[in-house]
């Protein structure tokens, strides 16, 4: 079964960091270009990072301002987003997700990991 | 940045009823890289659409999409009781960048 195990987040306060792993099973984690998605309470997805196969493309959500950084350990089959300078608006549900190929959809997603950014 | 707007904002309706959600994009979307996902309480959403039209793997016939350019439908032929849920629509664009609609909640009337 494919799945995708996400972990790290937490209560932090503002100005501080936070780093989320996700871990995937049951499929060829090098050959898939992934995504960090996140949801505020009561809103729509957010999309916020992606990564190619192999880590060499790299994209971000204009809204970061270069607060995140994305990377992956095809070794360990693990995606990282690495989060400094929390905003209370970073509060969030983030998951970690497998782009379907040519088509641009995330067909796979993690259960999410709850991030929290208050004093 | 392309806004996708998403009407209605809730559809109320009944089992076994049609169901018609809209998502307007504020520029062309290429309509390879236009997507309809389902999400229910305390889920990640589930992708149903993509391609504009064609079905994820296992998402049952009576869920179907269409649309070009700016206007986007999906379609649910006749309400099975685990339909109930809010749905978004998703698009990729030029920028390297995904955009969500902001939702259509589907319940029971």
């Known amino acids: 079964e494919v799945q995708l195990l996400e972990s790290g987040g937490g209560l932090v306060q503002p100005g501080g960091s936070l780093r989320l792993s996700c871990t995937a099973s049951g499929l060829t984690f090098s050959s898939y270009a992934m995504s960090w998605v996140r949801q505020a309470p009561g809103k729509g997805p957010e999309w916020v990072s992606a990564i190619s196969d192999g880590g060499g493309h790299i994209y971000y959500a204009d809204s970061l301002k270069g607060r995140f950084t994305i990377s992956r350990d095809n070794s360990k089959n693990t995606l990282y987003l690495q989060m400094n300078s929390l905003r209370a608006e970073d509060t969030a549900i983030y998951y970690c997700a497998k782009e379907v190929g040519v088509v641009a959809a995330f067909d796979i997603w993690g259960q999410g990991t709850v991030v929290t950014v208050s004093s | 940045e392309i806004v996708l707007t998403q009407s209605p904002g809730t559809l109320s309706l009944s089992p076994g009823e049609r169901a018609t959600l809209s998502c307007r994009a504020s520029?062309?979307?290429?309509?390879?890289?236009l997507g309809w996902y389902q999400q229910k309480p305390g889920q990640a959403p589930r992708l149903l659409i993509y391609?504009?039209?064609s079905r994820a793997t296992g998402i049952p016939d009576r869920f179907s999409g269409s649309g070009s350019g700016t206007d986007f439908t999906l379609t649910i032929s006749r309400l099975e009781p685990e339909d109930f849920a809010v749905y978004y629509c998703q698009q990729y664009g030029s920028s390297s960048s995904w955009t969500f609609g902001q939702g259509t909640k589907v319940e029971i009337k």
């Open positions: 391609g504009a039209s």
């Open positions: 520029q062309s979307v290429s309509s390879s890289y």
